[in-house]
């Protein structure tokens, strides 16, 4: 069964500290991962999109990680600030399928505190 | 700047009332999709559509219908409203590619009495 799993549910962290979220896919057969990040009342706004031959890449103080052997990627945020509160949600899309095939995770709800 | 709308952002009905929610997009994009977010359950896909006056089920189609006469426009309708559809629903459109970067309305929160 196609899904994305995505660890923790929450999490609470101090402003200025670092973090790293995680998603496990297993989806097949697998096109890209991306991830999104939704603040709160908000639609999600695309981070990043890793694909099968890419490793790491980075927007900003986000730094997105995809290892295919093991079919994880992470979002790494370095020096945390209050504007990252928001939930950060994995998606992986299924090549060959419709383009309905989008196979999403739960989120993960961040929190920033000074 | 790339735009979804959505025509309501807050929205209050009564059960068994037929609710019409309406997604704009202006970027000429061919996959239009509507999506319901709970707590919990993250976003689950509703229905979507590929072309004009083309439309697929997605995961909950029941209780919904939908409706995209133009090319900009993707409507979600609840024939009959019921207190379990009481939800964030969040349209988004795509262009029909691979990679298929989605860009999100800001959500229509709709509370059924």
């Known amino acids: 069964k196609n899904q994305v799993e995505q660890s923790p549910q929450s999490l609470i962290i101090l402003e200025g500290k670092n973090c790293t979220l995680q998603c496990n896919y297993t989806v097949s057969p697998f096109s890209n991962l991306r991830w999104y990040k939704q603040d709160t009342g908000r639609g999600p706004v695309s981070l990043t999109i890793m694909t099968f031959s890419e490793n790491t890449k980075s927007n900003g103080r986000y730094t997105a990680t995809l290892d295919a052997d093991t079919k994880q990627s992470s979002l790494h945020i370095t020096a945390s600030q209050l504007s990252d509160s928001a939930s950060y949600i994995c998606?992986?899309?299924?090549?060959?399928?419709?383009?309905?095939?989008?196979?999403f995770g739960k989120g993960t709800k961040l929190s920033v505190k000074p | 700047d790339v735009k979804v709308t959505q025509s309501s952002r807050y929205l209050v009905k009564r059960t068994g009332e037929k609710v019409f929610l309406e997604c704009v997009q202006d970027m000429d994009h061919e996959n239009m999709f509507w999506y319901r977010q709970d707590p919990g359950l993250g976003l689950r896909l509703i229905y979507f559509s590929y072309d004009v006056k083309m439309k697929e089920k997605g995961d909950i189609p029941e209780g919904y219908s939908v409706s995209r006469e133009k090319k900009e426009r993707f409507s979600l309708i609840l024939e009959s409203a019921s207190t379990n559809q009481t939800s964030m629903y969040l349209c988004?459109?795509?262009?029909?590619?691979?990679?298929?970067?989605?860009?999100f309305g800001p959500g229509t929160r709709l509370t059924v009495l």
């Open positions: 998606v992986s899309f299924i090549y060959g399928g419709s383009q309905g095939n989008l196979i």
């Open positions: 988004a459109s795509g262009r029909l590619a691979g990679r298929l970067k989605q860009f």
